[in-house]
């Protein structure tokens, strides 16, 4: 039987808004509950196929009561906000009916674990439970895959010259590693991609495992949308992102992450990067995280890499033109590499001399009139850009003309040398390369123009900053960077723009088009209301569904919430909090996360636990996160101190996490550009950004931290928050009506007896 005959498609009834309510199977069937929704809820109950098949599985109310809402919606058409608390089970409770439905569904991951256990667990378990046929599909992001017509530029200039800085006139300094390619590297690693490029059937790195995670010369040879000439693309049928979009296009189930979803839905009105298929109804879950992504990809970005990117492309093409179009575009190239260098050493060194010198990464608003000493050589860049354009534009051959391999032909002509080896590695070189132009062409055009939005600084729904990544800490941080560092600086220097309000962009692009939507995530709701959540989103209606956590946390944890720490502002504070996570750490014998809001208060918490406590402590940022969580579940006893990244989608069941400490309230920091530039337009529309956004996002990120500590139903431990501000403020109330409803303590001589 295929889902289709299965589903209630032939006999839906009239749509039911009671979503809330708790349907009892024994109860005969009202007039609203549909076909799908009577599958669904026998599918959830005790003797149902999920009880019958799946070895362990225990019906449980809430959710069966998800289940039947996502039935009703996904028959009907509209949106719901599930939240689910932990336990509840919610990928079945949603992947069951979007199956059943008949339509194809869409789901969307905040993180690839979450999209890998679909893929790869949940979705087998339920083909075969259900004894029904549906196809799925896993996408990732296109830079997974590699671009077959990328790759093949790359070998040919390779092949030709041995490396790319000997064929051009000019070169960037190359700065970091993890970004450009060292000549070494690609001999090392060209080979190792050349083999398996030649059998692979996916396209997809993570097949290569020989591959370093940040391997530079990946960058260059992979599917990103910015280079992908589309339908253009003389390999576009063999492509591998075209073949994982028709697969997808065929498919029952797409899976996807929110990078991807909304990376896509930024370049669909560009016919280049779009590869998700268009699908009827959409499942976001992790939907507490949609906002912070959507933010990242509906906004503009300029840096010197993406500059050197496309430089270092149009110098690929080089042996490809004929010879008055080398030089012109050699030129060209020169002027774009000399004006971009100026562009960002300048900002850099600005940066430098009025920024924050040690942080790691820093972001700091800018405005029009405070880049006025970087307008002029900006001017020059968007200058450069617009003659590459012109250049380009004289580069191609004219409507009409003959093949470029022909003696006739008008504007461009393949070098020998570059004709032969085109045509050897491609066999069809002359198409090759004037697409390779007009893309090259769109995408200097690209940048111009984001370069001018970002210089002019003044669309309002915008928040306009320049971010620096990755600068370590120097021996003399005090001392400014010299004109020579400015170079490396300038390479780690991001202009951008955010919008500071998402809301409408959701709706317009991702929201809108779709027949039904289920949201869904264990922390959606604040205060017991999806308010926060549809006003972020742009949601004027929808189903709203609460089902609470199945597991039994009067049993299985215990809150500590200890009085006498210092207010976290005080010098004193992350003293006393080291003195505390050392009481508590003791007494639960490691088997700890401590989750720090700071990177200043973990350094100083690290400095004193490290000497006070006898258990294996890992701290973020020594080794990657994927093998941290790992190392701290094989490690008896261990403690992970870490940051913001491990707040939530981490899972570690059992014994060896026991205890989870969190030193702060997670407001967000207000001197974000981001975060500031909505509380500013909130109370500038007569809200309370306080109260209507800085105390619901810190809410969810508190739920989120405290949630990774029960994961099962066997799960017992600790739960502390240090921050004295949950009772010292009005506001505190809101956090601790938020808290998982376990036992409250105040005294640590509790945790000891709880640990016994
Ligand atoms: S269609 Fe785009 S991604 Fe695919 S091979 Fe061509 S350029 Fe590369």
Request: charged content about 25%; overall charge negative; some cysteine.
């Amino acid at each position: 039987m295929n889902r289709s005959e299965r589903s209630g498609r032939s006999g839906r009834s009239e749509r039911s808004n009671a979503v809330n309510e708790t349907n009892d199977p024994n109860v005969s069937n009202g007039p609203n509950v549909s076909i799908l929704q009577n599958s669904v809820r026998e599918i959830f109950s005790e003797v149902g196929a999920l009880a019958r098949v799946l070895d362990g599985y225990e019906p449980r109310d809430g959710q069966r009561r998800m289940a039947e809402a996502v039935a009703s919606i996904v028959d009907t058409g509209g949106t719901l906000l599930a939240e689910a608390g932990t336990g509840t089970g919610k990928t079945l409770a949603y992947l069951i009916p979007a199956i059943f439905s008949g339509h194809r569904v869409l789901v969307s991951t905040g993180t690839k674990n979450l999209q890998e256990q679909i893929f790869f667990k949940d979705l087998p378990a339920l083909q075969e439970a259900l004894g029904i046929r549906f196809t799925a599909t896993l996408m990732k992001g296109r830079s997974n895959y590699l671009c077959l017509h990328r790759w093949e530029l790359y070998k040919q200039s390779f092949e030709s010259f041995g490396s790319f800085e000997s064929s051009g006139s000019f070169s960037f300094e190359r700065s970091e590693r993890s970004e450009r390619p060292e000549r070494s590297e690609r001999h090392v690693f060209l080979p190792i991609v050349d083999a398996w490029a030649k059998k692979t059937e996916t396209g997809d790195r993570a097949e290569l495992r020989d591959l370093p995670e940040n391997v530079a010369l990946w960058n260059e040879i992979s599917a990103e949308a910015d280079t992908c000439l589309g339908a253009e693309c003389p390999r576009y049928n063999e492509c591998f992102v075209t073949r994982m979009r028709q697969r997808a296009a065929e498919s029952d189930v797409v899976i996807v992450n929110h990078h991807l979803l909304c990376a896509d839905a930024s370049v669909r009105q560009s016919a280049y990067g779009e590869v998700i298929p268009f699908c009827p109804t959409l499942v976001i879950d992790e939907a507490h995280q949609l906002e912070d992504v959507a933010t990242q990809y509906f906004g503009c970005s300029l840096s010197a890499y993406r500059v050197e990117d496309l430089v270092r492309d149009g110098e690929r093409l080089l042996p490809a033109l004929a010879l008055q179009h080398t030089e012109e575009m050699t030129r060209a190239l020169a002027r774009v590499a000399d004006h971009s260098r100026m562009f960002f050493s300048g900002l850099a060194l600005a940066r430098a001399l009025h920024g924050s010198g040690a942080a790691q990464e820093s972001r700091a608003r800018y405005t029009a009139e405070g880049l006025a000493d970087h307008f002029e050589e900006g001017t020059a860049l968007a200058g450069a850009l617009e003659g590459l354009e012109a250049t380009l534009a004289l580069a191609q051959p004219p409507a009409g003309a003959p093949d470029a391999d022909s003696p006739a032909a008008g504007g461009l002509h393949l070098s020998t040398l570059a004709r032969g080896a085109l045509s050897e590695v491609e066999g069809h070189a002359s198409g090759d390369i004037n697409e390779a132009v007009v893309a090259l062409q769109r995408r200097a055009g690209e940048l111009r123009h984001d370069l001018r939005f970002l210089m002019r600084a003044a669309d309002p729904d915008f928040v306009y900053y320049i971010e620096t990544r990755g600068r370590g800490r120097s021996a003399n941080a005090d001392r400014p960077a010299s004109a020579g560092s400015s170079g490396r600086e300038a390479t780690r220097l991001f202009l951008r723009a955010s919008p500071i309000d998402v809301s409408r962009i959701v709706r317009d692009v991702l929201f809108e088009r779709m027949r039904a939507i289920v949201l869904t995530s264990a922390t959606l709701a604040v205060d017991g209301s999806f308010e926060y959540v549809k006003g972020r989103l742009g949601i004027r209606q929808a189903e709203e569904l609460c089902v609470k956590s199945e597991f039994d946390y009067a049993a299985q944890a215990l809150l500590y919430l200890p009085r006498h720490l210092p207010p976290p502002k005080a010098p004193a504070f992350a003293e006393a909090a080291a003195r505390e996570i050392t009481e508590i750490v003791t007494r639960s014998r490691g088997r700890a996360f401590v989750l720090f809001t700071s990177y200043a208060v973990l350094r100083a918490v690290q400095r004193i636990v490290e000497m006070a406590l006898p258990y294996p402590i890992l701290v973020q940022g020594t080794a990657p996160r994927t093998e941290l969580i790992e190392r701290f579940r094989t490690t008896p006893n261990a403690v992970l101190l870490a940051t913001s990244s491990f707040w939530q989608g981490v899972d570690v069941v059992g014994e060896a996490l026991s205890c989870v400490i969190i030193d702060k309230l997670p407001f967000a920091s207000p001197g974000d550009p981001v975060t500031a530039a909505r509380i500013d337009a909130i109370n500038a529309a007569g809200g309370d950004a306080f109260a209507d956004y800085q105390v619901p996002l810190a809410i969810l990120a508190l739920q989120q931290g405290l949630g990774r500590l029960i994961r099962h139903r066997t799960d017992r431990g600790v739960l502390a928050v240090l921050d004295p501000r949950l009772r010292t403020m009005g506001y505190g109330r809101r956090f601790l009506a938020s808290l998982p409803p376990a036992p409250v303590t105040h005294d640590i001589e509790a945790v000891g007896r709880f640990f016994v």
